[in-house]
């Protein structure tokens, strides 16, 4: 089973989006996917699958006060479910707590991707973690083999996000001694110039980048351009329209894809 973490340092990058239209993929593609909230600070999988009744979020199943099939949820779409983030007030709650109770919580979390796999059969977990550093984005970005860094090409966003990878992921990667985690770095909304001056010097940006992180043990991914249609359909369609936000994604999700399930 596949686990994936889609992470940032900075909020607004398209990490949910990214995280649910990659679930919604791999579901498409026949593999039972289960796409977690993990964003505590800014939960909002409530747009994407509007719950039919009052969900069981996964804290619940953090505290012990759930089992981890009750925090499940199917959805309308084929091989596709989810898992809802707390209330905010509950959630911030979670991320306040202090090191010794993060320490039950990473047991609880890889219990629980123990039970995805061996008890619920799923193929593949996709989780929405939460932005910045904190114990709880930390527990998720361990349990999983796969993560995915979502920067978007602003030049504060991407120097500070390079400067707090000691922070967290050579941790990782030292704490893998055989090997199998891999990391990789997305750029969004890059901006498609047509000015033939401009755009020569963003991709020397990105190139520049991209070797960067190479070295840092973040491979690259892929790079998804401002899509106006992507964005109109983020501001105007209410629940959003996944089907939909995956199509306009298609090339970028189909190469994420094969990235974290190769």
């Known amino acids: 089973m596949n686990i994936v973490t889609v992470h940032s340092f900075k909020g607004g990058t398209g990490k949910s989006l990214l995280a649910v239209t990659l679930g919604y993929y791999l579901g498409q593609q026949g593999k039972k996917t289960l796409v977690i909230d993990g964003d505590y ?3 909002c999988f409530g747009t994407f699958f509007p719950p039919t009744k009052e969900p069981t979020p996964f804290s619940s199943f953090l505290t012990g006060d759930a089992r981890f099939s009750d925090v ?30 993060h320490g039950k919580y990473l047991k609880r979390i890889m219990a629980g991707m123990k ?48 400067g707090l990878i000691d922070a967290i992921y050579r941790k990782l990667k030292y704490a893998d001694p055989k090997g199998a985690r891999r990391d990789f770095l997305v750029w969004n909304q890059v901006p498609d110039s047509s000015d033939a001056t401009v755009s020569p010097r963003i991709d020397a940006y990105l190139d520049y980048w991209q070797n960067k992180f190479a070295e840092a043990g973040i ?23 996944v089907p939909k936000l995956t ?12 990235l974290v399930t190769e």
Not at 127 to 152: E, H, K, P, W, Y
Not at 247 to 258: C, K, S, T
């Open 41 to 43: 600070g800014a939960p």
């Open 72 to 101: 499940v949820t199917e959805t309308p779409h084929s091989n596709l479910w989810v898992s809802y983030a707390p209330t905010p007030s509950f959630g911030q709650e979670i991320l306040r707590a202090d090191v010794k109770a």
């Open 115 to 162: 039970s995805a796999q061996d008890e619920l059969g799923f193929d593949a977990v996709v989780i929405d973690n939460s932005s910045g550093i904190s114990l709880q984005a930390i527990n998720f970005l361990t349990c999983s083999d796969r993560s995915l860094m979502v920067i978007r090409p602003v030049r504060y966003g991407v120097e500070t996000t390079y």
């Open 219 to 241: 491979a690259y991914g892929t790079a998804i351009p401002y899509i106006s249609d992507v964005v109109a359909s983020m501001i105007s369609d209410n629940p959003l329209d």
């Open 247 to 258: 199509r306009y994604l298609q090339a970028h999700i189909e190469r994420i894809a094969a």
